[in-house]
């Protein structure tokens, strides 16, 4: 694609005007701290694609370049996207960068983590070694900058193992070079095929193979003489065993063999290994304008029709570590998307933005910072209300200097900080002040930093600002001036304003801290809109005060200030708050003793309380009378009539100058004059052990509210709570199989909020078995919950959580909520999909366990009711357009770097796409197109979660449809 290109700093700083950040220009060392991980790819020739994830917090990134590693990095593109392309890039040169994220502070840019260094050449180059190499020395290969090798492992199943192949595995190995395989084919029939496949796994195994399988079928003088049927058969086969067995195909072979005796529409689901030798005479299979060492520009065409993964441009490589000659090749990411992205031209110090899908005009210039008009006159083609197609660059540039953006604050008691928005191609920024909006303003400071802190700032006036963007452009002096900003030394009001009483006659006023103030006034009132007086000066954040007239609300404000220039500085008062001094009141009163004619009280003492009055109903809400004063917080009260209740508050009294101050009451204690009866201990009446549960019944006790099951693990050993309960039995779960429990009980009831417990009863044991269909004859209780339910066509896709050690389940539908719910099916999978129902239509669904013992079928409630409506997309039947059946991920295992998965079988399907992402919710790419169910996913990072989702297709006729995407499974690697 044809990519329109703009002066980068011009287009950066624009970008960053949109995120309201601001950078120093020049140089820099980036961020220290290497977090953030990026994903380098080649989406073309001669290019290079970053891509990371987003950082939390983080408003946009920089990108930083340096020529060496070592050397010093420049921003050449700061974004707001987590991906950028660098094209255009010399071929095999190194290029470094650096990505440092970025979030935003008081109008400034402050970088945060850092990728570090990235190292990576302009494009992705390998080797393929045979017998033919000789002896490799694979230390220098490795740093020669392969990146890279595909060995091959043999030459036909008839023949022996290729020479030297293990010594160039052991070796690419050893050196950490990622390698992959390939056998030269013989194969006349798909048999012959299957074997070739069969031989190349038995003797790659205990290698490290991370890149693909290769097959090289090309032999005009075998394979040109089958039919293309034949061939294209051997070729799925082949890849067939291959897969299985948890290896990536590739297919190797020309462009005359594939286009004579290949049918490759069939074939596209396999990566393409293509031989094409880049010499004068030829054109290369890639479009673009690609440069070379030799500073020739060539046009390249698109030679071949289909994706290739690796094209093998050399047959006259030279390699450090290889005597003679050896096979080149590049590696290209042609499915990388490229579209809606930023590029960057290094060369020419240009960037363009290339439009994805739904882009407009308005968009584009949104996602930039400037006005649409500003980007139709860069792009002359387009209008305001123009689309962009996918695929089409756009120009991002600026026409003139933009009057910067200020905002001001205090930043102490006697200065003011300034801070503002970058301005594209701006140098500089010239800071004005004035004490008087229409005076003079004299120029305070000039700086290229995007703040500006104005000290010594009179207290007494109001300040008066503006900033002056500046550049010199071929050797003319421009400016751009900001509004004028205004701002006058304030303080912070001060917050969490609280007031309590502390004592009959004093209140505690509390209040949260101002950043910067010197000290706090406390103002009061007698009236909430009253005047309020200043009672004190203080520097802490609370004040006490006392000698109040007792029960009588005072109201408090409180300002804070700081020490000014001219003087000081005091924030507007506070919001208020108020409280009445009374004395504190006594808390939790009990019954600590109850008999039949006797109640003894006790209470929490009350803070100053000189003496305690204890009042008396007999309702709750019926008159209180005044039954004893007391000093202690303990009274006795006798002569009362049993099986009778009494209510009963207490008052806490402060006692001065013979004056009494009274706090309010507590709350009522009800206390009922009765014995306390004695329970006898419970008697275990059957004891029985399951597959992983015990049933235990015990028999009822007289007068007992519940029952405490306590279980240990030996006889002798620490018994802990199970359960309290009011029922007489218990079905105990989730035990071990294969084990004793022991188990005892007792029984309990509550009086006057006193728990009385009977003895333990005698301690029993029970072994649970290790026979998996066993299930207690008890009321079932393992009650299921929906988990997921989709509505599609003509049919609804539901799943539930699954029970342990019931038979089965058992689905009912409805076409109402309330209305007869008719049962669906019984099985024993916990998921359902419902086929035939109409279009456009709401259904209810509920499920139930059940277990089968001894010819009993016992049942569980219904699970909670979940509807769903089915969609009105017409699907047509033919063989050509109907979506094939989403399959199921059934198993997914984690080893270290490598994750094995398989999924259920979809009748009358071509094959299976598989996608991988890093998070739930990520971006998920395609890790592989097969026809196998089952997949050995390698070259993947240990200790990592990774999740994967699995749709079938259908080819016919030239045309493929895909079913929906399988739930998605997630699995972490191992270390």
Known sequence: MKKRKVRILASLL???????????????????????????????????????????????????????QNGTYELVSSIVDTSVIFDNLD???????????????????????SSGIIKERSNSIGIDVSKWQSDINWAKVKQDGIDFAIVRVAYGASSAAEDKYQQNLKGANANGIPVGVYIYSKATTVDMAKKEAQYVLSIIKGYNITYPVCYDIEDDDIQGKLSNKTNTSMVKAFFDVIEKAGYTGMLYTGDKFSEAHLNMNELTMYDWWIPHYATSSYYYPYKGNYHFKDGTEKVLCQYYKHYHRMWQYSERGKVNGINGYVDMNYELDLKEETTGMVYVDLKKDQQSYVAGDRDTIKTIATKFGIT????????????????????????????????????????????????????????????????????????????????????????SVTNYYKVVAYRTLNGVYETATSPIVSHKLTVNKVTGLKAVSTNYNSVKVTWSKVNGATGYKVYSSTAKNGTYKLIKTTTATNYTNTKLAYNKTVYYKVTAYVKGTDKDIESALSGYASAKPIQESATDVKAATVTNNSIKLTWTKASGATSYHVYRATSKNGSYTKIATVTANTYTNTKLTKNKTYYYKVRAIK???????????????????????????????????????????????????????????????????????????????????????????????????????SSYSSILSAKTVTASSTTPSVPASNIPTITEITGYNDRVYMEWSTVKGVTGYEVFRSTSKTGTYTRVVSKTAAYINNTGLEKNKTYYYKVRTYTKVNNKTTYSAFSSILSVKTT???????????????????????????????????????????????????????????????????????????????????????????STYSPIKSIKTTK
């Open 372 to 459: 649409a008009e500003e980007l139709v006159k860069q792009n002359p083609t387009y209008n305001v209300s123009s689309q962009v197609m996918k695929g089409q660059s756009v120009i991002i540039n600026t026409l003139a200097l933009t009057a910067p953006t200020v905002t001001i604050e205090m930043g102490s008691s006697t200065s003011i900080k300034l801070s503002f928005g970058a301005v594209s191609l701006a140098e500089g920024y010239e800071i004005y002040h004035s004490t008087s909006e229409k005076g003079t303003y004299k120029k305070i400071a000039t700086t290229k930093e995007l703040h500006y802190t104005h000290t010594k700032v009179s207290s």
């Open 872 to 962: 009105t997309a017409t699907v047509t039947t033919t063989a050509t357009t109907t979506a094939p059946q989403a399959p199921k991920i059934t198993k997914i295992t984690g080893a270290s770097g490598s994750v094995s998965m398989t999924w259920s079988t979809v009748k009358d399907v071509t094959g299976y796409e598989v996608f991988r992402s890093t998070s739930q919710n990520g971006t998920y790419k395609r890790v592989v197109t097969k026809s196998a169910t089952s997949l050995k996913n390698t070259g993947l990072d240990k200790n990592k979660s990774y999740y994967y989702k699995v749709r079938s297709y259908k080819t016919v006729n030239g045309k493929t449809t895909y």
């Open 655 to 757: 006692t001065v100058s013979k004056v009494d101050y009274a706090a309010a009451d507590t709350a009522v204690l009800a206390v009922t004059a009765l014995t306390p009866v004695k329970l006898t201990a419970p008697k275990i009446t059957e004891i029985t052990g399951y597959n992983d549960r015990v049933y235990v019944r015990w028999s009822a006790v007289k007068d007992a509210q519940g029952y405490e099951v306590y279980r240990s693990d030996s006889k002798t050993g620490t018994y802990k709570k199970v359960i309290s309960k009011a029922a007489n039995y218990i079905n105990n779960t989730g035990l071990q199989k294969n084990k004793t429990y022991y188990y005892k009980v007792r029984a309990y009831y509550v009086l006057n909020g006193k728990t009385t417990y």
């Open 91 to 113: 071929t095999d040169t190194y290029y470094y960068f650096k990505v440092v994220s970025y979030s935003l502070k008081n109008g400034s840019r402050v970088e945060g983590v």
């Open 14 to 68: 624009l970008m960053m005007l949109f995120v309201g950040t601001v950078f120093n220009y020049g140089s820099t060392t980036a961020a220290a701290t290497s977090n953030i991980a990026v994903k380098v790819t080649h989406p073309a020739m001669n290019t290079i694609k970053l891509s990371w994830e987003k950082v939390s917090g983080a408003a946009g990134y920089n990108i930083y370049h340096s020529k060496t």
